[in-house]
């Protein structure tokens, strides 16, 4: 299957600082890329969703303003953190659409990053 | 709102127990049904895509049903490396983002 890269896989921060997570479609043009959290043992929950080329669509309750989403190439994504607290830990999982690789909606996703803000 | 509910939430079975885990959904337009394979601190892996009632696909021990209304994904034979937790998921025609709607998942556990 298609592969989609995510880095770092694991991260820490200080509280009130910045971090970015890069998510990259090794393989395959993504138009459209997704960014998820997920924490303990629960669903995933989509944050946003990122178009290359224009600004991504914020999921309800989604600080757009906080969690600051460039999708400046058809392979690459990036979700910046800003001012990170400790609530924001989580695992970050990014996602791709590959619209040309035989079915029309195959999704895949990235390894993930864990975030934990100290 | 795209709703799944995915049942059981964990399943303990011995070494080459078949069994079934079920993915009820609620969605305005069904785009899509996937389902998806998640080990422990790692990203969801791909498994199926179903687009329309009655279509069934495979992969090896696995297997995934739709209807109208849920999928299956049966197991057949399972080793101890099928344990996980097995993910489903939902993308609907509705506005908005075109994102998943994922449940919970259902923590599968082969013991040897």
């Known amino acids: 299957g298609a592969v989609v890269s995510q880095h770092p896989s694991r991260v820490i921060c200080k509280s009130g600082t910045s971090v970015k997570i890069e998510c990259r479609s090794l393989?395959?043009?993504?138009?459209?890329m997704f960014w998820y959290r997920q924490f303990p043992k629960q669903s995933l929950m989509l944050m946003a969703t990122?178009?290359?080329?224009?600004?991504?669509?914020?999921e309800q309750g989604v600080e757009k303003d906080k969690f600051l989403i460039n999708h400046a190439s058809l392979t690459l994504s990036t979700l910046t953190v800003t001012s990170a607290h400790p609530e924001d830990s989580s695992f970050y999982i990014c996602?791709?659409?590959?619209?040309?690789?035989?079915?029309?909606?195959?999704?895949?996703f990235g390894e993930g990053s864990w975030l934990t803000v100290v | 709102e795209d709703q799944v509910t995915q049942s059981p939430e964990a399943l303990r079975l011995q070494e080459g127990e078949s069994s079934s885990l079920n993915c009820s959904y609620t969605?305005?337009?069904?785009?899509?049904l996937f389902w998806y394979r998640q080990d422990p601190g790692k990203g969801p892996e791909f498994l199926f895509t179903?687009?329309?009632a009655g279509e069934e696909k495979e992969k090896e021990r696995l297997k995934a049903t739709l209807t109208k209304k849920e999928s299956f994904l049966h197991i057949t034979a399972p080793k101890p490396e099928d344990s996980a937790t097995y993910l489903c998921?939902?993308?609907?025609?509705?506005?908005?983002?075109?994102?998943?709607?994922f449940g919970k998942g259902t923590h599968l556990i082969i013991q040897p």
């Open positions: 393989d395959f043009q993504a138009t459209t």
């Open positions: 998921a939902v993308q609907g025609a509705g506005g908005g983002a075109d994102g998943l709607t």
């Open positions: 990122s178009n290359e080329g224009s600004k991504a669509t914020y």
């Open positions: 996602s791709a659409r590959d619209i040309l690789r035989g079915l029309p909606n195959t999704i895949y």
């Open positions: 969605v305005s337009g069904l785009r899509g």
């Open positions: 179903l687009y329309s």
